[in-house]
């Protein structure tokens, strides 16, 4: 595919303030990944200089190999016991009023990590009981006990992203799978909690398809979007299909707003965890 270029309105502000440096030797001292810094966020100066983070639980190594993340992916290492307390500690000391956390994929794992999880919102919560949780979880392999188990632990807000619309999911992830991704989010709905879900455009999609992504999110009662542009991480990354114009970004909101989303977030540089706090 011949490259594309990228426009100007894709420019990204470097972290310079205090706060940038602070985030960064919190998280260091503590031994905590990001998936900001993993992830290579484009927004990660911006949020870091406001001293908002999303923590990465269950190692930096994933289990899978998905075509769009940069993420490592190989054999994990054994789950940290105190990683749970290092993130919460973290959070107390960057003052955070809301906290992301999101995982790496931990198929290797019987339960694939969902007590991990369940420990760290306990103890966000025991250290942080003022500061509102969003938890973006992987599919659990579409196990509804082990979703449960999460929803149980009732962080504010869970999302699973569905990344991209049906007939390019076999290309762009690697395990998970389009249905299996509703099915959580329904799951998460179901237990009484507030869903949400993201996706990338510039990957070869249609608006077509970017529409009935919405509808089938509807359907299922997810009820927070984000939209934003796929950048290729790597030359080793599925390349950009199209970079798509901010004036676009406007109007799938305006789409999203109108099928009866609460809270819609859309724009090239929009990622997950883009102005989280925004959608309680």
């Not at 054994?78 to 990683?83: I, K, R």
């Not at 909690?193 to 992504?213: F, N, P, R």
Request: charged content about 25%; overall charge neutral.
């Amino acid at each position: 595919m011949e490259h594309v270029k990228k426009p100007e309105w894709l420019k990204i502000k470097l972290g310079g303030e205090a706060h940038y440096s602070e985030t960064h030797n919190i998280l260091e001292s503590h031994g905590l990944h990001t998936i900001c810094s993993s992830g290579r966020c484009p927004n990660m100066g911006e949020c870091w200089g406001r001293g908002t983070a999303t923590f990465m639980i269950g190692g930096d190594i994933c289990t899978r190999s998905c075509k769009f993340c940069n993420t490592k992916t190989g054999r994990p290492l054994a789950l940290n016991p105190n990683e749970p307390a290092n993130v919460a500690k973290s959070i107390q000391l960057m003052g955070l009023k809301h906290a992301v956390i999101t995982s790496v994929d931990r198929d290797d794992l019987p339960d694939q990590g969902a007590m991990h999880w369940v420990n760290t919102i306990r103890k966000i919560r025991e250290v942080n009981p003022g500061t509102t949780i969003e938890v973006l979880i992987p599919d659990f392999q579409g196990k509804t006990d082990l979703v449960d188990l999460v929803c149980e632990a009732a962080p504010n807000v869970i999302s699973h992203n569905m990344e991209t619309v049906r007939s390019l999911t076999p290309k762009v992830r690697s395990a998970a799978k389009y249905d299996v991704s509703l099915s959580v989010l329904k799951r998460i709905a179901d237990n009484g909690l507030k869903a949400k879900s993201g996706m990338m455009v510039g990957l070869g999609e249609t608006t077509e398809e970017i529409i009935q992504l919405m509808d089938d999110l509807r359907t299922v009662n997810c009820s927070v979007l984000t939209i934003g542009q796929y950048l290729q991480p790597s030359r080793k990354h599925l390349p950009v299909s199209a970079y798509i114009h901010p004036d676009e970004f406007k109007r799938l909101k305006e789409i999203a707003l109108s099928k009866g989303f609460s809270h819609v977030e859309s724009g090239p540089l929009v990622r997950s965890s883009y102005h989280a706090e925004n959608c309680l």
